[in-house]
C-alpha cells in the first residue's frame, strides 16, 4: 500500500474509530497520535541519515589509501546532492499525485510546508479547527519529506563504493543528480506512491529493492561501462587482491550501518501513534538485529570453511548483506525466520564477491553482492517467508532492475561519450586524491599514497 | 525490584488510578504510556546497541596494528553471537517466570512476540479488547527484549579488550556463547529477574554489577588463565609498554561509549510514560553526564601530580571509570553525589592499572580497572549514597563474583585443555591479524604491522 | 523570547486553553505534552552531546600526526569541564531569575532537580497535586538542564581547534573553565535567559551568535594572542600548507556534526507537545539538512572554479558553514531560503580561509570562517528572510561581539602573563602529543610524528 496511505489509514480510521466507538478505550488522542507519528519520521530519520556516515566509514577504510579523500568527498557531496534534488523534483515525482496504478507523480518543484500548518504556525491563536486540518494529515508533511530524502541519500550511497579509484568525480556527481532527481523517484512512486507495482501487491517495507537493489544495479551498470581497476585482473584469469587501507574504519562504518538500520526499517512502520505500531516496530528492530547477527555468524563460519581464514571484511559484508536482505520484510513475526533469511542472504555474498571476480567485475567495496544481490533476494523472501505473493515480488524486481539497468546505462554512457567518466592511466596510478582533489588522504603515514 | 514489575506497577497501578480518580488530572492515558514505554526501550535500545561500536573502536585505538582487525572482528561477532543467543536462550532463562526469590527462569527457546500483540497485528479489525490485551503489559515485548539484548552484549565487549592480541579467535567466541547464552542470565535472573538477589533488597540500577563486573570477572580470569603478552613483563618486574596504534579511534570510542550511556541509564528507568518517569529519566541522564565529567578531570588532574604529565588513555579511562561507577544508581537526587562518586571511580582505576602491572595480569585496555574495580565501587556506593543496603550491596558484589569467577574460570579452563585458547609464539611475535585472519588492518601504514 | 517561558506559553497557556474551550478537539493533555517536551529535550541533548565527538574527530584529522592526542585530550576534557561548571554556577547565571531586560542571572550554584519534582519521585502514592505541580513547569528541569549543557560544551569545543598544535594543554583548560561559568553565560542570559537583547528584540534560534560567534570570537581572540605555528608564515608573505594528518577522521567529524545538528535546531523548538511544535520542529530539520547540502555544494563549485580543484576540506567546512548559518534561523517557512542563506555561508567561508591567512591569523582546522563568520551571517540573515529586525541583529551581534573580545582577550592576555599560554619551540617541533602528553598518537604509523 501507499506508503502515505497507510499511515493516514492507521491515524484516521483505525484508532479514532475505536475512540468514537468505545469511549473507554483510552486510545492515543488524535493530536498525540499525530506528534509521535512525526517524531518517529524524525528520530528514525536521523538514524538513517547517519548512515552516510557509515558509508562514507565503509568505503573510505576499503579503499586504498590514494583514493581515500576523493571517496569522502564523493561521500558527502552525494548526500549533500540527494538531499537538493529531492526538495527540487524528486519527491513531487514519487509522491504526490501519483496516478491509481501509475507510472510516477507530478513534475512539480520545491517541497515545502502545507498551507494548513503554515496556518497553525503563524496563527497569533490556533484555534481546534486549524489543528485538525493539521492533524488529519496523520503526521507532519516536512517529517515524512525528511524519512523519505535519507533514503535517496542512501540509494546513491550505494553506487560510490564499487565505482571507487577510478571514477572521475564530477561526473559522478552528475550520475546522482540524475539518480536522486528521476531515477529513484519514478521507481519509487510505483510503489511506495501508490503506482502499478503497489496496485500489483508488491511488497517492499523499507527497500531492499527500491533502494538498495536500485542502488545496486546502477553501482553493476556503471562498473561493467567503466571496466576494472589496472591490474586488478590478469590476463591469464588471476585476480590481484587491492586491499583496503584501513579497516577499523571498514568496521565502523559497518557498526554505524547497522545502527542507522534501526531508522530504516523501524521507521518504516511509518506511524508510531497506537499500541498496534509500537509493537509492529519493536518486532521490526528485533528482526533487522537478528538478521544482522546471522548474517556476520555465517559470513564467519563460511569463510572459514572455505579458506581456512577469517575475513574481517566479509563478516562486515555478512552483516550488511543481513540487513538487506531483511529490509523487505521485516515485520515477520517469527524471528527465528529473520535469522534464516540473514543467514542465506550472507551466504549469497560470500560466494557472489568471488562470483563477480569471475566475470571480471570490479567492485571495490563488494556493493554489488551486499545491496544487489541481497537485495533481490530479501524481495523474494517476502513471497516466501512473508505475506507477499512469490510472483507479485518477482515481477517487482524484474521491472524495477530492467528500469533501472536501462536508465543508469543510458546516463553512464552520455557520460562516457561526452565528458569521460574515467581517469587516465597516470592518475589511476597516482590516485585520484592527487590527481583531481590535489590533497593526500593520509599525509603523513609510511608508505602512503604513492605506491601499490 | 523486578525490572519487568517495576514498569507495570509504574504504568498500571500509578497512573490510571489517578485517572480513576481524578479524571481532570489528565494523566497520560494508558496506550499513550504504552507507546511511550515502548518506545523508550527502542530509543534507548539503539543507543546501547551503538556502545558495541563503542568498544570496537577503543579497542582498536589501543592494540597494536598487528592485531587491530582481529579485535574488530572480535568486536562485531560478538555483538551478533550475543543477539543469537539470547534469543535462543538467554531472555527466557533472565526473565521467563524466574520463582520468587529464585536461582533462574525457564528453559525456554526462541523468544517471540506475545500472542495478544499477534492477535493486534493481524486483525481485521481490532477491538478494544484486543488493545487492551496488549497494553495490559504496560509495553511491547518485544521492545523489552531489544533492550534487554544490548546489554548483554555490552557485558560481553568489555571481555575482548583485555585478552587482546594473544587469544585465539574461535575460542574466545565459544566462550561468548556462553557468558551470552548461561552466564550472563543466570546472575541477571538473580535482580532484574525477581529472583533471590533481589528479595534481598541487592539493588543495581543499569548494571555496574550485573553488566560491568561480570564482564570484568570473565576478563580477569580469563587474563590469568591466558597469561600476559610475550615481553610485557621483564623478568626483573619491569613493565614495557606496548602503546595503542591509533589515539584518536580510541578517543572515539570513548566518546561513542559515553553517547550510549545515556540509553544503557537512562533507557533503565524503564518507563516514559508520566511526568515521574521522564523527570527521574532526566536526573538520570544529568548524573551520568557528571560522574563521567568527574571522572575525565579526576583522572587528568591524578596522571599530573602523579607522572607529571597528562595521559590520553587514562583521561579515557577515567570518563568510563565515571560512568561505569554511577550505573549503579543514577537516580541519585543531589547531582554533586554523581560528581563525588564518578571522582572516586576514577581514582580508583588511575591506582588499579598499576596495581594489576605489579600483578603481571596484562589487561590491553584497562578494562579491569574500569569495569570491575569502578562495578564494585559504583555497586557499593549505591549503600552509601543511595537508597540501598551496604550489606545487600555487599552480598550481591560478592555472589555474583563468585559465581562469575567459578563460571568463567571453568570454561576457560575447559578451553585450554582441549582446543586451546592461547595462539603460538611465532603467532603472537607476527601478529593475530595475520595468523588468524590472514589480512592486516592497515597495509599500507609505514612500520606497520610486521614490526614492534 | 526567553526560551523557558517560551515553552511555557506554548504548553500551558496555547494548547490547554483549546482544550478547555473545545474539549471535543481532543489535544495533547498536559502530563504527556510534559513527557514529550521533556524527551525531546532528552534525545536532542544526546544528539548535541555526540558532537563533541564530532569536534574531536574534525580536529583529530585536521592536525598533524604529531599533535593529535594532545587535540583529543583537549576535546574529552573541555566537554567533561563545560558540564561540570554548567552545574556549579553556569546554568544558575544564565537562567535563573534574569531580571527583565537585564544582564545576567543568579549567582547560585549546584544546580538541582526542583523540590516538586523530587515530592513526586519520592511519594509514596503521587497525588494529581503532585503530579500537577510537576506539569505546571511545561517540561522537567533537569531535561531542559541537560540540553542547555550540551551547548555550552559546543562552544567550547569551536575555540580548541584553532589554537591547536602550539598552545599549553592546562592554560586552555583554565580558558574554558572562565568561557563555560562565566562568559557564555553572562552572554547567554540577554537573550536565552530574557535579558536586554531579547527584551530588544533579538533572535537567535538556536545560537549562531549565542554558541558558535562566542566560541568563534574567543578564538580570534586566542589566536591573534597566541600567534601563528612556527613556519606557517614566510617572511615574504608565503602561506605554507601544514595539511592534516587523517582526512576520513575529519570526514567522519563533519558527518557527526551534521548529525547532531538536527539536536540542536531540531530541540532548540524547545517543545514537542502539540501538532504545531512538532511541526514547526519537522521544518527546522528539513532546513537545517538543506543549507548544510547547499553549504558542500557552494563550496565544492567554488573551490573547482577558484582553484581547478575540489577541495575536501573546504566541502567539509562548507557542510558545517551552512549549519552555522542557519541555526540563528531555521524556523524559515520557504526551504528555497535555507538554501539560500546555507550556500551565502558557504560563500563566505571559502573567501575568509584564505583572507585570515592574509591577515597571518593562523586557524588549524578552519573554525573562525566557520563559526564566526557563517555565524554572523546567519545572524544578520533572520533580518533579511526571517521574522527578527535587522537592527536588532546587528546589534545583539555586535554587543556579544564587543564583550566577547573584551572578556575572552583580558583572559588570555593574563594566562599568557602568568602561567603562559603558548609551548617552547622546541616543543612546539616536537609536537604537543609527546612534550604535554608524553605520548604519540600513532606510535607505528610511518613518517609518523617525529617529522614535518
Redesign the interface.
Known amino acids: 500500500m501507499n506508503r502515505t496511505l497507510k499511515v493516514l489509514t492507521l491515524a484516521l480510521l483505525?484508532v479514532p474509530l475505536?475512540l468514537a466507538?468505545?469511549p473507554?478505550?483510552?486510545?492515543?488522542?488524535?493530536?498525540?497520535a499525530?506528534?509521535?507519528n512525526?517524531?518517529?519520521?524524525?528520530?528514525h530519520?536521523?538514524?538513517v541519515?547517519?548512515m552516510?556516515?557509515g558509508f562514507?566509514?565503509l568505503e573510505?577504510?576499503l579503499v586504498?589509501?590514494k583514493n581515500?579523500?576523493a571517496i569522502?568527498?564523493k561521500?558527502?557531496?552525494l548526500?549533500?546532492?540527494a538531499?537538493?534534488m529531492y526538495?527540487i523534483i524528486g519527491y513531487s515525482l514519487m509522491y504526490t499525485d501519483v496516478p491509481e496504478g501509475g507510472f510516477m507523480g507530478a513534475i512539480s518543484f520545491?517541497?515545502?510546508?502545507s498551507a494548513a500548518?503554515?496556518a497553525?504556525?503563524?496563527a497569533e491563536t490556533?484555534?481546534?479547527e486549524m489543528?485538525?486540518a493539521?492533524?488529519d494529515n496523520g503526521y507532519?508533511?516536512?517529517?515524512d519529506?525528511?524519512f523519505q530524502?535519507v533514503f535517496v541519500a542512501t540509494a546513491a550511497s550505494v553506487v560510490s563504493g564499487t565505482l571507487a579509484e577510478r571514477i572521475k568525480?564530477?561526473p559522478f556527481m552528475i550520475f546522482v543528480v540524475i539518480l536522486t532527481a528521476i531515477i529513484y523517484p519514478i521507481q519509487g512512486s510505483w510503489v511506495w506512491g501508490g503506482g502499478w507495482l503497489d496496485a500489483l501487491g508488491f511488497s517492499d517495507f523499507a527497500g531492499s529493492t527500491l533502494v538498495h537493489s536500485v542502488g545496486g544495479w546502477c553501482a553493476l551498470t556503471g562498473a561493467i561501462i567503466l571496466g576494472a581497476r589496472k591490474g586488478k585482473y590478469g590476463a591469464d584469469g588471476s585476480v590481484h587482491p587491492m586491499?583496503?587501507?584501513?579497516?577499523?574504519?571498514a568496521?565502523?562504518g559497518?557498526?554505524?550501518l547497522?545502527?542507522g538500520w534501526?531508522?530504516f526499517n523501524?521507521g518504516s512502520q511509518l506511524a508510531?501513534?497506537?499500541?498496534?505500531?509500537?509493537?509492529?516496530?519493536?518486532?521490526v528492530?528485533?528482526n533487522t538485529?537478528?538478521a544482522?547477527?546471522?548474517?556476520?555468524?555465517t559470513a564467519?563460519i563460511l569463510t572459514?570453511l572455505l579458506?581456512k581464514?577469517?575475513?574481517?571484511?566479509m563478516?562486515?559484508n555478512g552483516?550488511l548483506a543481513g540487513l538487506v536482505s531483511i529490509t523487505a520484510g521485516p515485520d515477520l513475526?517469527?524471528?527465528?525466520l529473520a535469522?534464516i533469511v540473514g543467514a542465506i542472504g550472507a551466504t549469497l555474498v560470500v560466494f557472489a564477491v568471488p562470483l563477480l571476480d569471475k566475470l571480471k567485475i570490479d567492485d571495490v567495496v563488494g556493493a554489488i553482492p551486499v545491496h544487489l544481490v541481497a537485495g533481490i533476494w530479501g524481495t523474494l523472501a517476502v513471497g516466501i517467508f512473508g505475506s507477499g505473493s512469490l510472483v507479485a515480488q518477482a515481477t517487482g524486481v524484474v521491472a524495477i532492475g530492467a528500469f533501472v539497468i536501462v536508465a543508469s546505462a543510458i546516463v553512464w554512457l552520455i557520460l562516457k561519450y561526452t565528458v569521460g567518466i574515467r581517469v587516465g592511466e597516470e592518475e589511476e596510478h597516482l590516485g585520484t586524491d592527487r590527481t583531481?582533489?590535489?590533497?593526500?588522504?593520509?599525509?603523513?603515514?609510511?608508505?602512503?599514497?604513492q605506491?601499490?
Chains 1, 2, 3 share one sequence.
Open positions: 483505525g475505536l466507538a468505545h473507554a478505550a483510552a486510545a492515543v488522542e488524535t493530536e498525540t499525530f506528534v509521535l512525526s517524531f518517529s519520521f524524525l528520530v530519520g536521523f538514524l541519515m547517519f552516510a556516515a562514507a566509514m573510505s577504510g586504498r589509501s581515500t579523500a569522502c568527498l561521500n558527502i557531496a548526500y549533500a546532492i538531499g537538493l526538495y520545491l517541497y515545502n510546508p500548518e503554515l497553525l504556525i503563524n490556533a484555534t481546534p489543528v485538525k493539521v492533524t507532519s508533511v516536512m517529517s519529506w525528511f530524502m568525480v564530477w586491499p583496503g587501507a584501513n579497516m577499523p574504519l568496521t565502523l559497518a557498526f554505524i547497522w545502527f534501526f531508522g523501524g508510531l501513534g497506537s499500541a498496534l505500531d509500537v509493537a509492529a516496530m519493536a518486532i528492530y528485533v538485529n537478528l544482522a547477527a546471522a548474517g556476520v555468524v564467519m572459514q579458506y581464514k577469517m575475513d574481517l571484511s563478516a562486515l552483516a513475526q517469527n524471528h527465528l535469522i583531481e582533489l590535489g590533497m593526500e588522504a593520509y599525509p603523513e603515514f609510511g608508505r602512503g599514497s605506491t601499490i
